[in-house]
């Protein structure tokens, strides 16, 4: 979803979780393991201004 | 004077949040006082807190307290992380202000929270049990604010006194502007 919804976004693993930027903004929360709930994905999409993309994909 | 019933089933609810940690970095020890908003709300048969300031995290739980624990624990091990990837304290109080003044791309969850703020306080409706023993709090005497300082030996013009000590709260906000 990341791919199509926020290309170029970077992905970086720190001691407690991932941290997912795209253009200026940055979403520090993501889960560190995979099986993510589907809140942290919709909040995850909120804050990256990726959310009407994400919807498409059907997991929000 | 008839007495009507609250006619409104809030769904989204207005929540307070007042946390304070000390944060060790490199070569400096940090003391956080953060003042801020979340939304909770049910989806997907559990209780989610989503941050409003600071809006990038989220956090659930089977019910109310647990998830306002685990965006507790969301939250400091945020601070963490930061004060991982921070030389000084000056990178570290400048991410932690950004990370806590970035709101969400679309605004919707602090849309959500002005609305429900507004319906409580017309009174139009109860909180629900689940909150029933949350305490009451206006914002407007609890304004959103991040302090950031150094409290180590490196500090400048630092004074430390048993009423800086803020215990974590979080509280259900109180159907008036007071």
Request: glycine share 6%.
């Given at each position: 979803m990341l791919e199509k919804c926020a290309p170029g976004h970077t992905i970086r693993r720190t001691t407690h979780g991932r941290v997912v930027s795209f253009g200026d903004r940055v979403y520090?929360?993501?889960?560190?393991?995979?099986?993510?709930?589907l809140g942290h994905i919709r909040k995850m999409s909120r804050h990256l201004g990726i959310y009407e993309c994400a919807k498409k994909f059907g997991i929000i | 004077m008839l007495m009507t019933e609250p006619a409104i089933d809030l769904k989204e609810h207005p929540i307070l949040v007042t946390l304070q940690d000390s944060i060790s970095g490199n070569g400096f020890l940090a003391r956080i006082t953060m003042s801020g908003r979340t939304l909770m709300r049910e989806e997907d048969g559990k209780w989610w807190m989503y941050g409003?300031?600071?809006?990038?995290i989220a956090a659930s739980g089977a019910n109310i307290e647990e998830a306002f624990l685990r965006f507790r624990n969301s939250y400091k091990e945020i601070l963490f992380d930061i004060a991982q990837e921070s030389a000084t304290f000056e990178d570290f109080a400048t991410e932690v202000k950004r990370f806590f003044n970035?709101?969400?791309?679309?605004?919707e969850d602090e849309q959500s929270w002005e609305n429900a703020l507004t319906v409580v306080r017309s009174g139009a409706c109860n909180p629900p049990t689940a909150f029933a023993n949350l305490p009451r709090r206006s914002p407007n005497t609890t304004p959103s604010f991040i302090k950031i300082e150094r409290?180590?030996?490196?500090?400048?013009d630092l004074r430390l006194m048993p009423s800086d000590n803020v215990s974590d709260m979080y509280a259900y906000s109180a159907p008036k502007a007071a």
């Amino acid at each position: 979803m990341l791919e199509k919804c926020a290309p170029g976004h970077t992905i970086r693993r720190t001691t407690h979780g991932r941290v997912v930027s795209f253009g200026d903004r940055v979403y520090r929360d993501l889960p560190k393991f995979d099986e993510i709930e589907l809140g942290h994905i919709r909040k995850m999409s909120r804050h990256l201004g990726i959310y009407e993309c994400a919807k498409k994909f059907g997991i929000i | 004077m008839l007495m009507t019933e609250p006619a409104i089933d809030l769904k989204e609810h207005p929540i307070l949040v007042t946390l304070q940690d000390s944060i060790s970095g490199n070569g400096f020890l940090a003391r956080i006082t953060m003042s801020g908003r979340t939304l909770m709300r049910e989806e997907d048969g559990k209780w989610w807190m989503y941050g409003v300031r600071p809006a990038g995290i989220a956090a659930s739980g089977a019910n109310i307290e647990e998830a306002f624990l685990r965006f507790r624990n969301s939250y400091k091990e945020i601070l963490f992380d930061i004060a991982q990837e921070s030389a000084t304290f000056e990178d570290f109080a400048t991410e932690v202000k950004r990370f806590f003044n970035e709101g969400d791309a679309d605004n919707e969850d602090e849309q959500s929270w002005e609305n429900a703020l507004t319906v409580v306080r017309s009174g139009a409706c109860n909180p629900p049990t689940a909150f029933a023993n949350l305490p009451r709090r206006s914002p407007n005497t609890t304004p959103s604010f991040i302090k950031i300082e150094r409290v180590d030996a490196e500090a400048k013009d630092l004074r430390l006194m048993p009423s800086d000590n803020v215990s974590d709260m979080y509280a259900y906000s109180a159907p008036k502007a007071a």
